[in-house]
């Protein structure tokens, strides 16, 4: 199955900063998304990406498919940004089975 | 507040106990997935739904029984389960549009065996 990797696997930044978050992939895709999962357990979908640019106030994500990686931005980051960011891939078109990647823990100190 | 609605959020049993996680969307979604999460590590795909049929199950053992009585509610029964087991257990819907399905999850229910 396809393999999805992220790095860098923990950052921690002032309020303010700016982030680029990577998430590479070992076959072409046909969906890939991009989830925040909270302290408390909570996945939030935030992008499905499987090519181009997108923007959603301070986050925006590039997928360049045909070098098979994906970056989320985050721009001026506030402290409800912590916590885990997943990229999740699928290479099988028609089949319901995103593979998450090994996530990016951010952390954001006031 | 989340469209995917699971209970209960925490649940403590014994190996010997029998219960149930529950999962329910009302976004007219009809895939339907449970994702299985150990701390520190990315969900774990275990079953998929689609139009209220099993579409994929990922080799998971026979204590895990997933049911999906209509095209809303999702359940995972539990029986005979390890302290291993111990884990957030997910529950996930989207609408079924191949290379589209795009997730929307619970809160997911934290689960402790004793």
């Known amino acids: 199955g396809i393999q999805v990797e992220q790095s860098p696997p923990d950052l921690i930044l002032q309020e303010g900063a700016n982030s680029t978050l990577r998430c590479n992939f070992s076959?072409?895709?046909?969906?890939l998304q991009w989830f925040h999962q909270n302290p408390w357990g909570q996945l939030i979908n935030l992008f499905y990406?499987?090519?181009g640019t997108k923007q959603n106030g301070r986050l925006s994500a590039t997928t360049v498919a045909t070098e098979r990686y994906s970056l989320l931005y985050i721009s001026s980051s506030q402290t409800t940004d912590s916590g885990v960011y997943f990229c999740?891939?699928?290479?099988?078109?028609?089949?319901?089975?995103?593979?998450f990647g090994t996530g990016t823990r951010l952390t954001i100190i006031p | 507040d989340t469209e995917v609605t699971q209970t209960p959020k925490h649940l403590v049993m014994g190996m010997t106990n029998k219960k149930s996680l529950k999962c329910e969307q009302h976004m007219g979604h009809r895939a339907m997935y449970w994702y299985k999460q150990k701390a520190k590590k990315p969900p774990e795909l275990m079953f998929v739904y689609s139009y209220e049929k099993l579409s994929i199950n990922e080799s998971v053992p026979s204590r895990f029984s997933p049911e999906c009585p209509n095209s809303s509610l999702l359940n995972l029964h539990l029986h005979a389960l390890q302290p291993e087991d111990s884990a957030l257990y997910l529950c996930a819907s989207s609408t079924v549009r191949p290379g589209a399905n795009v997730l929307t999850f619970g809160a997911g229910s934290r689960l402790t065996v004793l």
């Open positions: 990406i499987p090519s």
């Open positions: 076959d072409s895709v046909n969906n």
């Open positions: 999740a891939a699928d290479s099988n078109f028609g089949n319901e089975k995103l593979t």
